[in-house]
């Protein structure tokens, strides 16, 4: 059964910091880009961060570079997203995505964690 299931998120003051896994199950992780998108309310979802199936390279949305870090580590078929530097405005749900094009798009998501920056 291919799964994603993202882990991590709560409640956060501004300034701090969380970091996010997301673990796959059911599928060659290692084959896949991974993603980290997030939703906040009213608004569309937005790509956040962008890892390599061997995650040699990474790519960050504008608002998120410098505090916000993608790694993976394919040995336990995980992704990661650390935030630094939180503010209110990256209050959202974080979304992990496995992507590959070998054979068209396919395409995974999880369910989802909750991350709110409040003081």
């Known amino acids: 059964q291919v799964q994603l299931v993202e882990s991590g998120g709560g409640l956060v003051q501004p300034g701090g910091s969380l970091r996010l896994s997301c673990a796959a199950s059911g599928f060659t992780f290692s084959t896949y880009a991974m993603k980290w998108y997030r939703q906040a309310p009213g608004k569309e979802r937005e790509l956040v961060a962008t890892i390599t199936s061997a995650g040699v390279s990474t790519n960050y949305a504008d608002s998120v570079k410098g505090r916000f870090t993608i790694s993976r580590d394919n040995a336990k078929n995980t992704v990661y997203l650390q935030m630094n530097n939180l503010k209110p405005e990256d209050t959202a749900v974080y979304y992990c995505?496995?992507?590959?094009?070998?054979?068209?798009?396919?395409?995974?998501w999880g369910q989802g964690t909750q991350v709110t920056v409040s003081s």
């Open positions: 995505n496995a992507r590959r094009t070998w054979v068209g798009v396919e395409e995974k």
